[in-house]
């Protein structure tokens, strides 16, 4: 009878401890098919070996399926979905997606576009995967992993841009970006630590280029950057922070650096909890920026007349050289095409449809191009919900929920300048921990328990 009683308070204990393990590794299992995404975005580790770094995705999604299969037990969505907002994004979005794949199919005789077409919908596949089997202890594992990891790389990056800055180091090969026909050439400097895309602004006259670690190009390197910085703040974790700062500096990215100023100098300065760590941000940025504009003046004595090339690079008049004379000359010709085929073009369609100049680096547009006039409608009106509650919750909500909405207000002003907010698994990751934090609060707030 003590043995039957031993095994009744035994038996639920061990249950309990596999449910926990099996969690814990399908967790693992995810995160690890998380960073062979991030393999592709936001860094460019795939072009090293590409055929290799398909295999890898191929087999690490294969990996995840596995893995759920034994999973003892199905977490339910319902949660997830609980303030009003997310519903209704959710079933825009569903409906923007099935228009998408409509419009992909109708155009499948593109090998470009049903390639894109398949890879849209395995990617979805792995976004309801993160929805809902990440669980919520695995997401700020991520958060963490994705933190030190940046930290690191911003210490590459910034030793890299000393080593090139004094002559003492040379690439090491040339490293191509394309990967799908009717993309336009573009090569890459890798130096073992680190890429460089070479005479991409002024700086480069003196050996000074902008910082971009092992992502595709500064910018991107640069919002990849913010949400770390985010973090580390908001954890106290004060000497990465700092470095990250300063190769947020380092990128020279004009739009990531006149954000940061904005969320350091309205947003972190405004709140009242741990007031100190924020006037810390702010120290760190000012002396970031000293530092850097005094580098800059002490060795570059035609500042003023370089610093107006550069700014007429990006500002000009000139729509087939400047950075934003070339999005308008980009959208000019979407719109134009776009009214006379309102159904859209297909996924992946831009390099094909629209001639192999035509990059159109405004996020927001590309669903004008790939699925039509509806499709794009529908596209807004999904992420103009999620972007409303965002907006809402980074001034309302106490805590980290407050933080990964600015993350996805962020990335829905990066989309005016480069890749729409779903564009990758990076963006989806972000919204996962976004939804997904902000649905808890949601739940915990309904339930009468004081957040």
């Known amino acids: ?101 409509s419009v992909s199919l ?8 049903g390639k894109a077409a398949m890879i849209r919908i395995r990617d979805a596949m792995f976004v309801m995967i993160l929805i809902i089997f990440l669980s919520e202890k695995g997401i700020y594992k991520m958060i963490r992993l994705y ?34 026909p009717g993309l336009s050439e573009n090569h890459r400097l890798f130096y073992g630590i680190g890429f460089v895309w070479p005479d991409t602004w002024v700086g480069s006259l003196v050996g000074l280029e902008r910082l971009q670690s092992f992502a595709d190009e500064a910018g991107t390197f640069a919002f990849a950057l913010t949400p770390a910085i985010l973090f580390a703040f908001k954890w106290g974790m004060k000497w990465r922070a700092a470095v990250m700062s300063a190769a947020l500096i380092f990128t020279f990215s004009i739009g990531a650096i006149a954000l940061w100023v904005v969320i350091v100098t309205v947003y972190f ?56 004379g070339q999005r308008w000359s980009d959208l000019k010709i979407v719109i134009l095409k776009v009214l006379d085929h309102p159904l859209g073009f297909g996924s992946g369609s831009l390099g094909v449809a629209f001639g192999k100049g035509v990059s159109l680096a405004i996020g927001w547009f ?48 990066a989309a ?10 990076w963006q989806w990751f972000w919204l996962t921990t976004y939804l997904r934090l902000s649905a808890a609060e949601a739940q915990v707030r309904s339930a009468g328990i004081p957040a």
């Not at 003046?297 to 400047?322: C, H, Q, S």
């Open 1 to 101: 009878m003590a043995a039957d009683n031993n095994t009744a308070v035994i038996l639920p204990d061990t249950r309990a401890y596999i449910s926990a393990g099996s969690r814990a590794f399908a967790d693992a299992v995810i995160i690890y098919a998380l960073w062979v995404y991030f393999a592709a975005y936001p860094f460019i580790f795939r072009n090293l070996a590409t055929p290799i770094y398909s295999m890898a995705l191929n087999a690490s999604l294969v990996l995840v399926g596995f893995t759920l299969l034994f999973r003892p037990r199905i977490p339910s969505p319902a949660p997830l979905f609980r303030p009003v907002s997310f519903r209704i994004a959710g079933l825009f979005y569903i409906a923007y997606f099935i228009v998408l794949i």
């Open 106 to 113: 109708s155009n499948s005789g593109s090998p470009v576009v």
């Open 147 to 180: 933190l030190n990891v940046l930290a690191f790389f911003a210490v590459l990056g910034l030793v890299l841009e000393a080593l090139i800055f004094l002559g003492l180091v040379h690439p090491l090969t040339e490293v191509s970006l394309d990967n799908l």
């Open 269 to 324: 300065l405004s709140r009242r909890e741990r007031k100190a760590i924020y006037i810390w941000a702010f120290a760190i940025l000012l002396i970031c920026l000293a530092v850097s504009l005094t580098a800059v003046f002490l060795y570059m004595p035609d500042i003023w007349k370089m610093g107006e090339n550069y700014f007429m690079a990006k500002f000009g008049d000139d729509n087939n050289v400047t950075s934003v």
């Open 366 to 413: 590309i669903p004008l191009a790939e699925a039509g006039l509806v499709g794009w409608l529908l596209y807004l009106l999904a992420f103009g919900f999620v972007l409303q509650r965002a907006v809402r919750d980074v001034f309302w909500s106490r805590g980290i929920v407050g933080i990964a909405a600015l993350i996805i207000v962020i990335n829905g002003y």
């Open 416 to 425: 005016l300048q480069r890749a729409g907010i779903d564009s990758n698994i």
